[in-house]
C-alpha cells in the first residue's frame, strides 16, 4: 500500500563492528554473504558461518520459479491484482496448482502473493536474499510461508502463502467498508499470534532479532492469525559474551528502540519495543507517527505514555471504537504491558516469552469471565464492576510489591533521539 513509504527509514544495511568498521565476513569475491540463520548453529560460542549467496539458494528448501512463471501467474503482473506497495516493490495477488506450483488459472488452485523488487541497488537484493535466508529455514504458525523466489537477469521476486485478511495495518487504520473495526478480542488475538511469533524468533534455537515489528508486517489469515512477514532485516542475534549486535540503524521511524536509534546496538529487547509500540497501536487505533495529529500528538508513544497507568485518564487512549468491548481492568493491564515494553531501560522491558505468557493468560481470565458472565444470566457490567476494579488494584500492587519487571521510568519524559542524530535519517 506504499502508506509507510514516507516514514520508512531503510539505510544501507552493511553490518558494522563494534569500531565501526566493515566487518569482513561481509564481503566476499562471490557477492553476498549473510551469517546463517541460527538453526544452523551447533554452539551459540560458535560464531555463525558466512554463507555465499548460492549457499542460501541452494539450501532454502523454497522453490526457484521463473519470470514466466510468475508472469503467467500474476496476469501479466496486472495492475488490478495488486495486493499492496511497500519499500521494497509492489505485491500481486496470483494462482499457482498447488502440487506442481506452476500457473492456473485465476480462481483454480491455491492463491499466493508475488512481491516483486522495484527498485535497483544493493540494499534491495540484500533485503530479498535476507528473506530467503530466514524464511527459506524458519517455520513457525505465527511467520508467513515462503514458497520460493525467482532471481531471472534483474529480476528478483518472491512468492508467499496468500493472506486472505491483508496486513494488520489495513484493518487498523484504513477507512472504508470493508475495512470494519477490529473487535477487541480480534486484537488481542493478533496481539498474542505476532508476541508468539517474535517469542519463536527469539528463542534459543532460533536467536534472530526481527528489526522491523510494525503493523505493516503482520499478515491475517481467514481467521485472524497473525503470521510476520519481510525478514528483509533481520540479524542474527549475538552470540557468545556479546549482548547486542553492532549494527547500522535502520527500520521504521516511531517503531525503533530508541537505544537502539541512538547507538545501532540491537538486541531482542529492540524488538519487545516495537511491540509495545504495537501494542499502543492495537490499543488506540492511533499510528505510531501521523503529523495529521493535533501538535503534541504526533508521536503516539510519546504522547501516550503518561495516561497509561491512570484508570481515569486511560480512556483517552483507548480506541472509541472499542467502547463496551473490554473491561477496564484488562484494558489497564495491557497498557501496563504496552509500557513495560516502552520502558527507556531496555533491561526492564520484558521478554517475549514474558509478554506470550501475560496476554494468555488475560486471554483465559477474559474465557472464564464470558463463562461465568453467560452462568450469570449476563448480569455483570463489562466496564466497571467494583469487583474488576479491586482485581485491578491488587494486580498493580502485586507488581509494584514483586519488582520484577517494573520499569521504573514509567513516568519520565520520553527522551526520544531527534531523527537527525540518526545516521539513518541522513
Ligand atoms: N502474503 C501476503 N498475502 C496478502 N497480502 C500481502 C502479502 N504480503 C504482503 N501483502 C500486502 O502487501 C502490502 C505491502 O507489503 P510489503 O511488505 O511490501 O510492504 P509494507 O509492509 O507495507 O511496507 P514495508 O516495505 O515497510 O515492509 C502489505 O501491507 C499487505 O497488505
Ligand atoms: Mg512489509
Redesign the pocket.
Given at each position: 500500500?506504499?502508506?509507510?513509504l514516507s516514514n520508512?527509514i531503510k539505510a544501507d544495511s552493511t553490518f558494522h563492528t563494534d569500531t565501526g568498521t566493515i566487518s569482513s565476513k561481509m564481503v566476499s569475491s562471490g557477492g553476498t554473504e549473510l551469517s546463517s540463520s541460527s538453526s544452523k548453529r551447533s554452539s551459540a560460542s560458535v560464531p555463525p558461518t558466512p554463507r555465499s549467496e548460492g549457499e542460501i539458494l541452494e539450501s532454502s528448501n523454497l522453490k526457484s520459479f521463473t519470470f514466466s512463471d510468475l508472469k503467467s501467474a500474476t496476469r501479466n503482473f496486472r495492475p488490478d491484482s495488486v495486493?499492496?506497495?511497500?519499500?521494497?516493490?509492489s505485491?500481486f495477488k496470483g494462482w499457482m496448482d498447488e502440487h506442481s506450483l506452476t500457473a492456473s488459472k485465476a480462481g483454480s488452485g491455491i492463491m499466493i502473493?508475488v512481491?516483486r523488487l522495484n527498485q535497483d541497488g544493493w540494499q534491495g537484493h540484500k533485503e530479498w536474499l535476507a528473506e530467503i535466508n530466514y524464511l527459506g529455514q524458519l517455520r513457525h504458525p505465527n511467520l508467513?510461508k515462503l514458497i520460493g523466489y525467482c532471481l531471472e537477469d534483474d529480476h528478483r521476486l518472491l512468492v508467499?502463502?496468500?493472506?486472505p485478511k491483508?496486513?494488520m495495518?489495513?484493518h487498523l487504520f484504513r477507512k472504508g467498508s470493508y475495512f470494519q473495526p477490529l473487535s477487541w478480542s480480534l486484537r488481542m488475538k493478533i496481539a498474542l499470534g505476532a508476541a508468539k511469533g517474535l517469542a519463536f524468533l527469539h528463542s534459543a534455537e532460533t536467536k534472530v532479532i526481527y528489526r522491523?515489528f510494525?503493523t505493516?508486517?503482520i499478515?491475517l489469515d481467514s481467521t485472524y492469525n497473525a503470521k510476520l512477514?519481510?525478514f528483509g532485516l533481520a540479524r542474527d542475534g549475538p552470540t557468545g559474551d556479546k549482548s547486542y549486535v553492532s549494527t547500522r540503524v535502520m527500520g521504521?521511524y516511531g517503531y525503533a528502540a530508541p537505544e537502539y536509534l541512538s547507538t545501532g546496538h540491537l538486541t531482542a529487547k529492540s524488538d519487545v519495543y516495537s511491540f509495545g509500540v504495537v501494542l499502543l497501536e492495537i490499543l488506540s487505533g492511533k499510528k505510531a507517527i501521523d503529523k495529521n495529529r493535533p501538535t503534541g500528538e504526533h508521536n503516539l508513544v510519546e504522547w501516550a505514555k503518561p495516561y497509561l497507568t491512570n484508570k481515569r485518564r486511560v480512556f483517552r487512549v483507548l480506541d472509541a471504537r472499542l467502547e463496551g468491548q473490554y473491561s477496564l481492568d484488562r484494558a489497564l493491564k495491557i497498557a501496563d504491558l504496552a509500557l513495560q515494553c516502552l520502558c527507556m531501560d531496555a533491561r526492564s522491558r520484558p521478554s517475549m516469552d514474558e509478554i506470550v505468557r501475560d496476554l494468555e493468560q488475560l486471554q483465559e481470565s477474559n474465557k472464564d469471565n464470558r463463562h461465568n458472565n453467560q452462568s450469570d444470566g449476563g448480569t455483570k457490567s463489562c466496564r466497571s464492576s467494583a469487583e474488576e476494579k479491586r482485581a485491578h488494584i491488587a494486580y498493580r500492587n502485586k507488581q509494584s510489591n514483586s519488582g520484577a519487571r517494573s520499569c521504573s521510568e514509567k513516568h519520565a519524559p520520553i527522551a526520544y533521539p531527534r531523527p537527525s542524530l540518526s545516521p539513518v535519517y541522513a
Open positions: 500500500m506504499g502508506i509507510c520508512q495486493l499492496g506497495e511497500g519499500g521494497f516493490g505485491v502473493a512481491k508467513v508467499y502463502e496468500f493472506m491483508g496486513s495495518e489495513n522491523d510494525k505493516s508486517n499478515l512477514s519481510d521504521t
